[in-house]
């Protein structure tokens, strides 16, 4: 941890204590005048500001009123020697905070992917804390009763089917139910320099995926709130009443390196990177680094062709996947710890797998398949034996239609 804490300090966050007021006041971010005064402000040699750092932008709006707050681990405020939960950050400045949501992984991130969350009382704060991935997925009236005003701070990814932005989506639904208005801090997205990947179907849309949008929409949380807004996305057309505190001095060509893991299955930068790539293999009897140290950084199953590879591992239970897939078996793939970062959502990987996998009925997992690619059009070109640049050649004109919708609701280069 103070390896990755250095190197974070060192980098983005040097100034952020004599920075907290950088910028306007928090209006609607969709405000004309203050998307061009962020496209026109340093954001290449001056330190990134993620919004919850802005305290000024947004304490006005907390003050005197009941808050409840979307969170988890990497909730936080960065300091010059580290970070400070968000949560207990604003508890010092006597915000009445009356409730904590939180996500899947948890509200301190422990859980294993798609294990059910136990609503509680967090032992550190004794707020009591309402679990979204358990029971309900989508707040009810009676969970958000009494509050003011709802606030949303996570660490997103990026990608598709990483479920943060569903919990944002229906929390907003909730909230313009109830008359309650949003409030999201804005944060980096490292997968947002490019957008690709398989269209989301509407008959195939989940908490995987909930509106037509590609694999790798290319946009922070707080732009893609904007855009869940702005297009109508939520149930019978409803606005939501929302303000989005922008980040200061970044674009979305930035290199943001994550200082504290937004899940448990993504230890590092080259797990985030590859994980839109990677993420595929969810869909499939493929272990993609689950029960190592390694996760979304290799991929291998006892299954495939041994004589096709060099690298083999064996997945064990560990931190974040009590039950991995190919447990206790040697598992035959590639180790892709040393990646490069890149800029597009590769095909290689699953297609390698697919093509040295020995018995293919076992490859796919059919329903979640459909279910991560969005389409079921996306397995049926792997089986007729489509090439990466065929496959991707047909993303295109649905990709194209998408940056024109998404254009509307950027608020950075």
């Known amino acids: 941890?103070?390896?990755?804490?250095?190197?974070?300090?060192?980098?983005?966050?040097?100034?952020?204590?004599?920075?907290?007021?950088?910028?306007?006041?928090?209006?609607?971010?969709?405000?004309?005048?203050?998307?061009?005064?962020?496209?026109?402000?340093?954001?290449?040699?001056?330190?990134?500001?993620?919004?919850?750092?802005?305290?000024?932008?947004?304490?006005?709006?907390?003050?005197?009123?009941?808050?409840?707050?979307?969170?988890?681990?990497?909730?936080?405020?960065?300091?010059?020697?580290?970070?400070?939960?968000?949560?207990?950050?604003?508890?010092?400045?006597?915000?009445?905070?009356?409730?904590?949501?939180?996500?899947?992984?948890?509200?301190?991130?422990?859980?294993?992917?798609?294990?059910?969350?136990?609503?509680?009382?967090?032992?550190?704060?004794?707020?009591?804390?309402?679990?979204?991935?358990?029971?309900?997925?989508?707040?009810?009236?009676?969970?958000?009763?009494?509050?003011?005003?709802?606030?949303?701070?996570?660490?997103?990814?990026?990608?598709?089917?990483?479920?943060?932005?569903?919990?944002?989506?229906?929390?907003?639904?909730?909230?313009?139910?109830?008359?309650?208005?949003?409030?999201?801090?804005?944060?980096?997205?490292?997968?947002?320099?490019?957008?690709?990947?398989?269209?989301?179907?509407?008959?195939?849309?989940?908490?995987?995926?909930?509106?037509?949008?590609?694999?790798v929409y290319g946009m922070t949380i707080g732009e893609y709130a904007n855009m869940i807004n702005g297009e109508g996305w939520l149930e019978g057309g409803k606005k939501c009443d929302l303000t989005v505190i922008p980040l200061a001095n970044w674009i979305h060509e930035s290199f943001y390196p994550i200082p504290i893991r937004p899940s448990p299955n993504l230890p590092n930068d080259v797990s985030i990177n590859l994980y839109p790539s990677l993420g595929l293999f969810e869909g499939t009897n493929v272990n993609a680094g689950r029960g190592t140290e390694f996760q979304f950084q290799r991929y291998g199953a006892s299954f495939m062709d041994s004589a096709a590879y060099s690298f083999s591992y064996v997945p064990e239970p560990n931190f974040g996947s009590k039950t991995p897939k190919e447990e206790g078996k040697i598992c035959y793939g590639k180790d892709l710890s040393n990646t490069p970062r890149i800029s597009e959502v590769s095909l290689q990987w699953l297609l390698d797998a697919y093509t040295n996998t020995n018995d293919k009925t076992k490859f796919f997992l059919t329903s979640g398949f459909t279910k991560h690619a969005g389409t079921p059009e996306l397995q049926r070109q792997i089986e007729s034996g489509l090439t990466e640049p065929e496959i991707k050649a047909s993303w295109q004109p649905e990709l194209e239609k998408f940056k024109k919708i998404r254009a509307k609701y950027l608020m950075y280069d």
């Open 1 to 215: 941890m103070m390896l990755i804490l250095n190197r974070f300090k060192n980098t983005l966050f040097l100034s952020f204590l004599i920075c907290l007021s950088c910028g306007n006041s928090g209006k609607k971010s969709t405000d004309t005048a203050q998307k061009e005064e962020l496209k026109t402000t340093k954001r290449t040699t001056e330190p990134i500001i993620v919004a919850a750092n802005r305290t000024l932008e947004y304490l006005p709006l907390l003050q005197g009123k009941s808050v409840g707050i979307v969170a988890n681990q990497t909730s936080v405020i960065f300091k010059e020697t580290g970070y400070t939960h968000f949560v207990d950050s604003l508890l010092t400045l006597d915000i009445d905070i009356k409730k904590v949501f939180s996500p899947e992984h948890g509200f301190r991130g422990k859980a294993d992917a798609g294990e059910k969350v136990e609503s509680g009382t967090d032992q550190q704060t004794g707020l009591p804390i309402v679990s979204l991935y358990g029971k309900n997925r989508k707040p009810t009236a009676e969970q958000l009763a009494r509050l003011d005003i709802v606030l949303f701070d996570i660490q997103d990814v990026g990608t598709r089917f990483y479920t943060y932005i569903a919990t944002l989506q229906l929390m907003m639904e909730a909230c313009a139910e109830s008359n309650i208005p949003v409030l999201v801090l804005d944060r980096p997205n490292p997968n947002a320099h490019y957008v690709d990947g398989p269209m989301m179907q509407k008959d195939h849309s989940g908490f995987l995926g909930m509106n037509e949008i590609p694999l």
